[in-house]
């Protein structure tokens, strides 16, 4: 049905309806466990936690994605949900001259908070948007988790340039109206110099993902309620005591190739 204020059109069946809602329906449960965890990772080190007010994504966002994910040829609700790795998200900003080695701190930070780096995205040479955006599998919770990590001055043009995006990204919009947004938010995120250090920083976070495939770290879930009914495939439900528990499985291999 349609889903959404600005103008694009979500049509889900009542099987992919209730699909999606329990993905949000569990996002909502997992923040409150991990926002916690992501605050005593990070609450020391170089970086600021920004926006905690959206970690949640919206509804309406997430229907947006999951609609326009099944648009795509051969797509299937089974497949399409699991791989949704944002439902809970957060955004750090790093001063440019500490860029480097706050995320180089940041990724064994959340490890130790059960987090294991499965998927990093490098947009800094980017039109149209610049920053560095890295997934998560948390073993307690069994989502998956987006960490952006921006400086001050490309997390300001994400903030500038969002309206503009949102209008961008719709299928429906005139060719003329969506040259015209391009061209507008790639203007303003030129305006954005990459931090020093980034050829590095990709060699060591390729090095991190390595060491978290060898690894094959699973720790066991310490939350017990509400059940979980849409655990990603990167983390396996087991039985404990008669409740459900999640260890992580790391599935680096096949989606590095995303990056």
């Known amino acids: 049905r349609p ?6 059109d979500v049509r889900l069946s009542a099987t992919q309806h209730l699909l999606t809602a329990a993905l ?3 996002a909502r449960w997992a923040q409150r466990d991990l926002t916690p965890r992501v605050q005593q990772a990070t609450g020391s080190l170089d970086v600021r936690l920004q926006g905690l007010e959206h970690v949640v994504k919206s509804r309406e966002s997430l229907y947006r994605k999951v609609s326009e994910r099944l648009g795509q040829p051969g797509a299937m609700i089974e497949t399409v949900v699991p791989q949704v790795n944002d439902t809970v998200r957060y ?3 790093a001063d440019p001259q500490r860029y480097a080695g706050a995320v180089l701190d940041v990724i064994p930070a959340l490890h130790r908070q ?5 998927q990093a995205k490098d947009f800094w040479g980017g039109p149209r ?3 560095l955006n890295l997934t998560f ?3 307690r919770t069994g989502r998956l988790v987006e960490v952006q990590v921006h400086t001050p001055a490309s997390w300001e043009a994400t903030v500038q340039t969002h309206g503009d995006y949102e209008r961008w990204r719709q299928g429906s919009l005139p060719d003329a109206e969506r040259a015209r947004l391009a061209t507008a938010i790639t203007a303003v995120y030129a305006q954005v110099p990459p931090p020093p250090g980034l050829g590095a920083l990709d060699l060591a976070v390729d090095m991190a993902l390595d060491m978290a495939a060898v690894a094959q ?9 509400p059940q979980l009914l849409s655990a990603h495939p990167w983390a396996q439900p087991v ?3 008669g409740a459900l528990a999640l260890t992580s499985v790391s599935c680096v291999d096949e989606h590095r190739s995303n990056r």
């Open 3 to 8: 889903y959404g204020r600005r103008g694009a």
């Open 137 to 139: 599998a948390d073993g």
């Open 217 to 225: 770290a699973s720790p066991l879930a310490t939350n017990r309620a």
């Open 114 to 118: 059960q987090l294991t780096l499965v």
């Open 239 to 241: 039985s404990s005591a």
């Open 24 to 26: 949000a329906r569990d």
């Open 129 to 131: 948007y610049r920053g």
């Open 91 to 93: 955004t750090l900003l």
